[in-house]
């Protein structure tokens, strides 16, 4: 987060110094701002299934799991792959600085704000958006890739009758509650992304 935008400008440079100065430890009932979820505070919580020690944010029917430091960690992971923090403490300035990196009040690319076009010559039409924001929707799009991976393995081996009824059912149920969890995210996701497509000329995806 620190190095997201380099720029001479004092606005920009005020607002990642800003920033920059969460570098303190999170902790369970910390008020944090996640702006790759919702522009909403959050209250940290720790895991209501018990199983890690990670710290929790409850958004819209999904658990996404976070670190000390702040950096998300993918539901079947037990650390982080990230290189940019995910929270920020809620403070008056960083509320300032999120809004500004993170919020809708602009109409146009900033001169400050490195961009990356991917369009093609006979493109007229295109959505900016956060790096942090792509980077975690294809995050999820690998964590959902490798839980049906998972599940095409598993479904070879029932087929090839490699384990036991018991066990079957014992995987199934597993794979069943990791599936619920994935698609929960992925809806959610999707959700994000359907904002800007809806005003676009494609219209957002699904119902």
Not at 101 to 126: Q, R
Request: charged share 20%.
């Amino acid at each position: 987060m620190d190095n997201l935008n380099r720029t001479t400008s004092n606005t920009q440079a005020t607002t990642n110094s800003t920033l920059a100065t969460n570098h303190a430890k999170f902790a369970i009932g910390d008020i944090v701002l996640c702006p790759s979820l919702s522009m909403q505070p959050f209250t940290l919580t720790a895991d209501p299934h018990g199983k890690r020690d990670d710290l929790t944010i409850d958004y819209d029917g999904s658990y996404h799991y976070y670190d000390v430091q702040g950096f998300f960690i993918r539901a079947n992971d037990t650390e982080t792959n990230r290189y940019q923090t995910s929270l920020f403490h809620d403070t008056p300035a960083n509320r300032q600085a999120v809004s500004t990196l993170y919020g809708n009040a602009h109409t146009a690319p900033s001169s400050t704000v490195k961009t990356i076009d991917m369009t093609s010559k006979d493109e007229d039409e295109a959505v900016l958006m956060s790096s942090m924001v792509l980077s975690d929707t294809a995050c999820d799009i690998e964590g959902a890739a490798g839980i049906f991976d998972d599940l095409g393995y598993l479904l070879s081996m029932i087929y090839r009758g490699k384990i036991d009824n018991s066990t079957a059912m014992a995987m199934a149920r597993l794979a069943h509650d990791s599936t619920c969890t994935w698609t929960e995210l992925l809806y959610r996701r999707l959700e994000i992304i359907n904002e800007p497509l809806e005003q676009s000329k494609f219209g957002k995806v699904g119902a």
